[in-house]
């Protein structure tokens, strides 16, 4: 009998980590033969990529216009593979602008699709949650709200938490996080993690660096600086953008070391602020879209919080300075704050982990993938029993 083949699809670095080991989950469940897109993540867990992701990650409206002939020809490639191989069904990984319209492209052709990890359209533009209804045979949702929110429109619906529950820790003390890459034990230390996109980094890096130059100027002695360097991206280029002197730790495949050996991470908004959030690091969430996104896209909103932090907790736990807000003097005042030792910052930081306790526990237990992939293999029971 040959194994069921199957469509995964991700489009960014933080879906080509859920898709990762939600693969393997299945393969540990069934036989199956999984292609679609992704990355490094999922190519390692075995599944046969038709186009890398790289090809199709960008925010913001006026940057997808630059990169639509990638686009284009990723998804008929995808839609050709489909075509070809006939999967019962397609799991679609977040990242709405494309999968919505991949799922109107497979539906049609008999194909199942099912939403893993469900896009925020309870934030902005949320009618396009009819979109999910019309061309999904279900959603598994990461967030407790999320459910209401897409049961209400019609969707076939099911809460399986937040798959970073029980999967975010740090291996090594601050100790041996120090020793490792050469830090001074008994100075603080500001980790970055500056975006896993390439207009995220344009738009972060410049002002990230002024700011952070501002701190080492408001504090005495500096703080050392940490880069964790997302995957797909290139360090020794971002390397070039900071002074010499600051001398400034890059670090790949070691990001949540790297966050639980911080006193503070400054955090572009995303699914890095969920794992700051579950090693209880203080944090400061920054943001910023080309001005023409930002202005198209502001009355498309629909939350007063912009940071998954804030919006899970439904109040604001950390500071968020987004868009015009996200300035060199802005973080580096917050950073000083939060730095500084005084009885106010200590309050400060005493408050926020006790926030970041509470979104914990809102998260879900852990396990959210094998139930999603448990959900999947129910999902595909007609089609196993027609395969056999």
């Not at 992701?53 to 913001?60: A, D, H, I, P, R």
């Not at 008999?110 to 009819?130: S, T």
Request: glycine share 6%; with cysteine; charged share 20%.
């Amino acid at each position: 009998m040959p194994p069921i083949p199957l469509l995964l699809s991700a489009g960014e670095a933080s879906g080509d980590m859920y898709a990762a080991r939600l693969a393997t989950a299945l393969k540990q469940r069934l036989d199956v033969a999984i292609f679609g897109m992704g990355g490094p993540q999922m190519r390692a867990a075995g599944v046969e990529m038709i186009t890398d992701y790289s090809e199709v990650s960008v925010v913001g409206i006026t940057e997808v216009l630059k990169r639509l002939p990638s686009l284009i020809r990723a998804m008929r490639h995808l839609v050709q593979e489909a075509e070809r191989r006939k999967p019962p069904l397609a799991i679609l990984t977040d990242f709405p602008g494309f999968h919505l319209r991949l799922a109107r492209k497979l539906r049609p052709k008999g194909i199942r699709n099912v939403y893993y990890i469900c896009p925020q359209f309870w934030a902005w533009r949320p009618w396009r949650v009819n979109l999910v209804r019309r061309r999904f045979a279900e959603a598994l949702c990461i967030f407790h709200f999320e459910e209401k929110f897409y049961a209400d429109a019609g969707v076939p619906v099911k809460f399986i938490g937040h798959p970073l529950v029980g999967n975010v820790q740090a291996t090594l003390t601050r100790e041996l996080f120090s020793k490792k890459y050469g830090l001074q034990e008994g100075q603080q230390i500001v980790t970055l993690l500056p975006g896993s996109r390439r207009g995220e980094i344009a738009h972060h890096l410049p002002v990230l660096v002024q700011a952070l130059g501002e701190i080492r100027r408001r504090l005495t002695p500096p703080p050392q600086i940490v880069v964790a360097v997302a995957p797909g991206l290139d360090a020794t280029r971002l390397e070039t953008k900071f002074p010499a002197d600051w001398h400034v730790r890059w670090i790949t495949n070691d990001t949540y070391n790297a966050l639980a050996a911080a006193d503070l991470a400054i955090v572009s908004s995303g699914t890095a602020t969920v794992e700051t959030a579950l090693l209880e690091k203080p944090m400061i969430v920054v943001y910023r879209l080309s001005p023409l996104t930002a202005r198209l896209a502001r009355p498309l909103v629909k939350t007063k919080y912009f940071s998954m932090v804030n919006l899970i907790a439904g109040h604001a736990v950390v500071p968020e300075l987004i868009q015009d807000d996200f300035t060199p003097q802005r973080v580096a005042s917050e950073a000083k704050s939060l730095l500084s030792g005084s009885e106010e910052g200590n309050s400060r930081v005493a408050e926020m982990k006790h926030g970041l306790q509470e979104v914990q526990k809102l998260l879900g237990p852990p396990g959210a993938v094998e139930r999603a992939a448990d959900e999947i293999v129910r999902l595909l029971q007609p089609a196993k029993s027609n395969a056999g």
